[in-house]
């Protein structure tokens, strides 16, 4: 690990120097930018500083970022500027740094819990009196060892929070903290939480009745505690999605329970940075579409979500259409005999079909039951992949089970 984060922090000085041009005069030592490739060698020195070998560990890559544009800036505008291993360095000592503990308050809507969930090593809380007492506990502690302030400014800024942080909610709180850089923190926050949206927005397609409506996530902010500064800022856009089925999602009954714990598993090896193996990678990538048509408005949109999660579960064949080896392959995998594979054959080119009447205007409208045989294509494939996921280790022996199937005896 020594002589590979040895040859990792070679190879990121010598990228830095190819972005820049030592110059040396009577005047001093001057650090001219290479332009020509600027954008890019920029980006290549970030992705070796944000490796775990060289600084990535425990610092975000936004951080990085702009100690690089701020380091640039200066050698650039300063006499006598730092040289570049100099920069290296000092990134790799900030990384290997004791840093103090942030954390991280995500407020969200749609579920309830009758106990705290310990997930993707954060917790689910319910918010209420006793946990609004730990933030302000939080951020009681935090303003009061904050040099910049005065006596009188804490005492109004702990004011403020107390009268404004509300005493009770119809809400959750994902609760993550770490010893990490606080940008980074933020950033490990926000993946579990938009994964757990995407987790529970899944589920509550199986859970619950598509014409109870949409639930939408109100306009709260993210409070993020750490040391000598609070921060308690507006979620942004990419977290304020629209949140499960109008019917409440009863947490601990549905993402606990033994249905969906390979899913929770899945989502959790993601997160922790765990290999994902086939067809884990897969099932999560459709996931991400699967769980877009609970936050669709029409039947339409939510149905062409969930084709594209099938088809990110289906391995490619070259030389035949789309629409024929994605219906060929569901017929093949779940049709158990002839009319059962004619049954899913004729289903998937059913919905194929007024897709394309839909993307070419023709007036055709998908109907509920539509939607309702989609996602029953999409669930029984889903459990497939999953109960038998040892039984093929990519995509290729995938693709001969199904072959296997269709020319086989």
Known sequence: ?????????????????KL??????????FLSINTAEKIKLKNEILKFLSKNEIAGKNSSKKFLDK?????????????????????????IEYDRQEFIVTEVFLPFSGGKISSPISLFDCDIEEYNENLRKVILQSIHKVVSVNTKYSEDQKKKLIAENEKYLLKTGDFLVLRYKAKRERELVIENAQEKFAALLRVCNLISLFECNPNDGICFLPGVSQINIHHNKIDVSQATANFSIPLFGGKTLYLNDVLLSNIYEPI??????????????????????????????????????KILNIIIAIETLIPKQKGN?????????????????????????????HLYDERGKLAHGSGTKLSELDYNNALSIYAELLTYLINNKNLFKNEKELLELVLEKKFGN
């Open 264 to 301: 929770i598993r899945i989502y959790s090896d993601y997160l922790s940075g765990k290999k994902m193996n086939y067809p884990d990678d897969k099932i999560k990538h459709s996931i991400l579409w699967a769980s877009n048509a609970n936050i669709s408005f029409s039947f339409e949109t």
């Open 20 to 29: 820049i041009e030592i110059i040396k005069s009577d005047e001093g030592i």
């Open 67 to 91: 100690q690089l544009t701020k380091y640039l800036l200066e050698a650039k505008r300063e006499q006598n500027p730092r040289n570049p291993e100099d920069f290296i360095n000092h990134m």
């Open 321 to 349: 259409s789309i629409v024929s080896y994605i219906s060929e392959s569901v017929a093949f995998i779940l049709g158990q005999n002839a009319e059962g594979k004619k049954y899913y054959y004729n289903l998937m080119k």
């Open 1 to 17: 690990m020594i002589k590979n984060s040895f040859k990792m922090k070679e190879i990121a000085i010598k990228n830095l120097l």
